[in-house]
């Protein structure tokens, strides 16, 4: 039996990168997952697939976490589909990355309205679930360490991830008196399609030399520690911020 056997869970942005990690980690310890997608739906048919090869019941639903009736609906599919909702993984980002001085409204706006509005939505819809049906479930929220420092060029994300963090806490706060955990993981620079967008093959290579671990992170790492949040073994842990960075803000200045 897997530390995860009998329980549903809903991850956000899970067609690819770190979203399908979670997913997968999930089924791997005996999880049955919705699989939000809101582009890229062969990735999401792909997540579907592997999570089905290990045992584990999924399935693919579209849905732009900016919207709340989208969302909600995502959450009435897992119900209708699964019959519970125990997890939840709020992954799905936007990210327009300009220096301060070239930031647009348009730009704050859209990586506000998915990254930090999207998980917001995300995590509301999934906890009053929770507390409606007595269940002591866990919210794992993907920050970053843009949360925690003022990483040039990623003015609209850092505000938003920054935002994630006072989320959070709150949440943990006020739903500690219904058993529900709430945490968030702050990756630092993880092998992602995502990250593709930024960075060039050689940019990367030569990004990942200069950190202290000398590589970049892997989904699957991020994925593993969500697992360990969403089980019981981390039962008396919430509140907590997460970082899975390979010390990359431990040697910041170095």
């Not at 697939?49 to 959450?75: C, H, K, S, W």
């Not at 506000?112 to 679930?129: E, S």
Request: net charge negative; hydrophobic share 45%; proline share 3%.
């Amino acid at each position: 039996m897997g530390k995860l056997s009998g329980k549903v869970a809903v991850v956000s942005g899970a067609s690819r990168g770190i979203g399908r990690a979670c997913a997968i980690a999930f089924a791997e310890d005996g999880a049955d997952v919705l699989v939000n997608y809101h582009s890229h739906p062969e990735d999401a048919a792909e997540t579907v697939r592997q999570i089905e090869a290990l045992g584990q019941r999924a399935t693919a639903y579209p849905a732009n976490v900016a919207d709340r009736a989208q969302v909600e609906g995502m959450f009435k599919a897992a119900l209708d589909q699964f019959g519970s909702v125990d997890i939840v993984v709020a992954n799905a980002y936007r990210s327009i990355r300009q220096p301060f001085l070239e930031v647009t409204l348009d730009g704050l706006e859209q990586t506000l309205a998915v990254t930090l509005g999207g998980t917001f939505h995300v995590c509301q819809a999934g906890a009053r679930i929770m507390v409606e049906r007595k269940v002591a479930g866990s919210i794992v929220i993907i920050g970053s360490i843009h949360g925690e420092h003022g990483f040039a060029n990623s003015t609209s994300y850092n505000i938003a991830k920054f935002g994630i963090t006072g989320l959070a806490l709150t949440m943990a706060n006020e739903l500690a008196a219904h058993h529900v955990r709430v945490n968030v993981i702050n990756p630092g620079w993880i092998d992602t399609p995502g990250e593709r967008q930024y960075a060039s093959e050689e940019e990367m290579r030569e990004g990942a030399r200069r950190l202290p671990w000398k590589r970049l992170g892997q989904p699957r790492e991020i994925g593993r520690v969500a697992a360990f949040l969403a089980s019981d073994d981390a039962s008396y842990v919430s509140g907590t911020i997460m970082r899975a960075d390979g010390a990359e803000i431990a040697a910041l200045g170095e």
